[in-house]
């Protein structure tokens, strides 16, 4: 998926707004390698090349026997 940045995104804030999470950073900046020569702060317009999601795992509802 390519996305662009909006005015004073930083990469984390980006991947958070698209992904949901932020634990997807060092597979975007592998993905990406120019990013981290840009700094802290993406220009506003830059594409970037996030990976798709994927999904959640479902979660087990659990039964107690003392319940």
């Known amino acids: 998926m ?3 940045a909006q005015q ?5 804030l980006l991947v958070w707004r698209y992904l949901g999470s932020t634990s997807s950073i060092a597979a975007v ?3 990406n ?3 981290a020569s840009l700094g802290a702060f993406l220009p506003m317009g830059k594409a970037i090349n996030l990976p ?7 979660v087990l509802q659990m039964i107690n026997l003392w319940d």
Request: hydrophobic share 45%.
């Open 33 to 35: 390698p120019d990013i």
């Open 52 to 58: 798709d999601r994927t999904p959640a795992a479902p």
């Open 29 to 31: 900046l592998a993905i």
């Open 8 to 12: 004073n995104d930083t990469l984390d």
């Open 2 to 4: 390519i996305v662009r």
